[in-house]
């Protein structure tokens, strides 16, 4: 119900949209739109329509249209695909899935094998002419075999009479699946089937397993049949299973061709056993030649039209069953775009763009399930507040060497065993966390734990990055010298330096922070230093003449001129540290976002991979759009020369 009016919401916003831009376009005129700056303000009804069509792609080549206005649609196509696959073995016998009938194609082969194999005893040299004549004359005796299946007058009375009984049981089959009430279903029955139906659950229903409390996979296609019609199509499954079977172990073999097949065999046998080592080659051809003969006798040979009733009760049936469909059949063209329900073994799946493109009220369901801390994903929320003693957080941040760098000496112990403290050793012990103050409220989860990861390594490639690039756009010494060292690894893919930092500095944070440290620096050493040389002189002159002293036109000339270079490079730097990120998560890596994608992409789980891009997606966007207000606040020149 929610997927159809959420369905009708974008349509009606996404025209009414347009007919509002259309009006606004035809109200404005050309000399305020052409070299206006205030012309590409404002615009939501744009990005209304936009985001819609996207909405509105997703739900249908996801299938969640069909499965908001038609929840069925999948269980009976499970239903109808059974059918087809059982309908299948038996079409690939005659020119209905294929061009000729299998009989003719499989004689074509065979014939084609002995051609070959033929020429080549012939042409051989390590055979001598009496071994050249024994294996022609198995050849002949095999290419014997084929008539005495082909030829209508051998065709046995009991063999026409299994034929017959095939066809009449597909006769029967289509006569009892046209009827309205076929299958007859007792209330026994009824009441068992509607109840495994309730426990097998929906299309696309996720399972939370009762012991761990992780998510389970989500189903695909329910395979119990639920409706009618989906019932008439998994009885008639069955019954065609049980004719497929009772068809493909029917053999065409009369005592001409077992007496045949058996005189090749012993022969073959028997010239083999008197072989020696030598005579290796004419053995090998002497068995391939044995092993076109077993072929020939497994195969589903017949005379030419042996089978004419038959293929003709197939064809009846495929079109009652195509009939029955009925809506179903436009359900599938039409909301199953790019694929459909197939049915695999004992199961049906989705196959197409609806296997991997997750329906976004599958996507929902599962992000709010994976949302509660009690659910999370592996154990871990994906974000969530704890309680943590303040000492944790303090450990956290500050660094050990504050007071390792302080005067004085550590405290030890005296004769008694007691250590008296001094300030230097009240200094670690705050340092280290070794103490214990109050509790405060601590975000984690895996998208606390990739955002950190990320904002740290951002954080100190600005801190160093910023002003080294200043001082290279300023100093030609530092320009020369630390130019070709960033040169020589900023081309370098962070994908290249991932393995040996993490291998040096452990999987922990330490190794992707740095590695993310690695990818922020470059990008800002760059920008500020491009900020720092494009500082027109005339803006330098002018203070200067005005009395500025050095470090005055640092800070209000150079390094205000620099800064939209630099909150450009520090977007740059975010879209770099999230993928690089993603790839460290992959390598290595016990929680985050990329961990999550890793882990869900080994077991199939499609929804929780999409549901991993759009966090990345709009963990980007909130990075962007704030940059984006800093900018427009705080640096109102940019732009304007």
């Not at 119900?1 to 606004?24: A, D, E, K, N, P």
């Not at 063999?159 to 009984?165: A, G």
Request: aromatic letters at 10%; glycine letters at 8%; one cysteine or more.
């Amino acid at each position: 119900m929610l997927t159809q009016i959420v369905t009708f919401l974008i349509l009606i916003s996404i025209i009414g949209c347009v007919l509002y831009g259309r009006r606004l376009i035809r109200t404005e005129k050309i000399d305020a739109v052409f070299g206006n700056p205030e012309r590409a303000l404002g615009g939501t009804h744009w990005v209304i329509v936009g985001s819609g069509f996207l909405i509105f792609i997703w739900l249908y080549y996801s299938w969640d249209i069909a499965k908001g206005f038609y929840p069925q649609s999948a269980n009976e196509l499970c239903q109808v695909a059974k059918v087809n696959d059982s309908l299948l073995g038996l079409k690939y016998q005659f020119p209905i899935e294929e061009r000729e009938l299998k009989s003719t194609s499989q004689i074509k082969q065979e014939n084609k094998n002995l051609k070959i194999i033929s020429l080549e005893i012939q042409n051989s040299r390590e055979l001598n002419d009496e071994q050249k004549k024994i294996l022609a004359n198995f050849i002949n005796n095999t290419k014997q075999l084929i008539p005495l299946l082909t030829n209508q007058d051998l065709l046995e009375n009991e063999t026409k009479q299994k034929i017959d009984d095939i066809t009449g049981k597909i006769n029967l089959l289509t006569e009892n699946f046209q009827k309205p009430d076929y299958p007859i279903e007792t209330e026994q029955e009824l009441n068992k089937r509607l109840q495994a139906v309730k426990e097998e659950g929906g299309w696309g229903i996720t399972k939370i397993d009762a012991g761990s409390g992780s998510i389970e996979n989500t189903l695909e296609v329910p395979l119990v049949p639920a409706t009618n019609r989906g019932l008439k199509f998994h009885t008639a499954a069955q019954e065609l299973n049980l004719i497929s079977d009772e068809f493909f172990k029917l053999r065409n073999h009369n005592p001409q061709f077992k007496n045949k097949i058996k005189e090749i065999k012993n022969n073959v046998k028997a010239y083999r056993n008197d072989l020696d080592d030598s005579e290796e080659l004419a053995s090998a051809y002497a068995k391939n030649i044995v092993k076109i003969a077993r072929r020939i006798e497994f195969a589903s040979i017949y005379p030419p039209n042996a089978l004419d009733k038959m293929q003709n009760s197939i064809i009846k049936f495929d079109n009652a069953q195509l009939k029955a469909q009925g809506g179903l059949r436009y359900i599938d063209i039409f909301l199953f775009p790019a694929g459909t329900i197939v049915a695999s073994g004992a199961n049906c799946s989705e196959q197409g763009s609806g296997r991997w493109l997750p329906k976004p009220s599958d996507t929902f369901n599962k992000f709010v399930l994976m949302s509660k801390p009690s659910v999370g994903y592996k154990d871990v929320p994906l974000l969530w507040i704890k309680m943590v003693d303040i000492s944790n957080v303090v450990g956290f941040i500050l660094p050990d060497f504050i007071a390792d760098i302080l005067p004085g000496e550590y405290p030890i112990h005296n004769k008694d065993g007691i250590v008296n403290q001094n300030f230097k050793g009240g200094v670690l012990k705050i340092v280290t966390g070794d103490f214990n103050l109050l509790k405060v409220p601590v975000p984690y989860g895996h998208i606390w734990d990739s955002f950190l990861r990320v904002f740290l390594g951002l954080v100190f490639g600005i801190l160093i990055g910023v002003p080294l690039g200043l001082f290279m756009g300023l100093n030609r010494f530092a320009k020369g010298f630390f130019d070709p060292l960033i040169e020589l690894y900023r081309p370098v893919p962070p994908l290249a330096w991932a393995p040996l930092i993490i291998s040096v500095l452990g999987i922990d944070n330490t190794g992707k922070v740095f590695l993310l440290f690695m990818v922020s620096l470059s990008i800002m050493i760059i920008s500020a230093r491009a900020g720092a040389s494009g500082t027109q002189l005339s803006k330098i002159h002018a203070a200067h003449s005005l009395g500025a002293s050095k470090r005055q036109i640092l800070r209000y000339v150079i390094f205000p001129n620099s800064l939209p270079e630099i909150l450009t490079g520090i977007r740059v730097a975010v879209g770099m540290c999230w993928g690089t990120l993603v790839a460290a998560e992959f390598l290595a890596g016990t929680t985050g976002i990329g961990f999550v994608e890793n882990v869900a992409k080994k077991y199939f789980q499609y929804e929780v991979i999409w549901i991993t891009i759009f966090i990345m997606g709009m963990l980007g966007l909130l990075f962007d759009v704030t940059l984006r207000k800093l900018i427009d606040k705080y640096i109102p020149w940019r732009g304007k020369g």
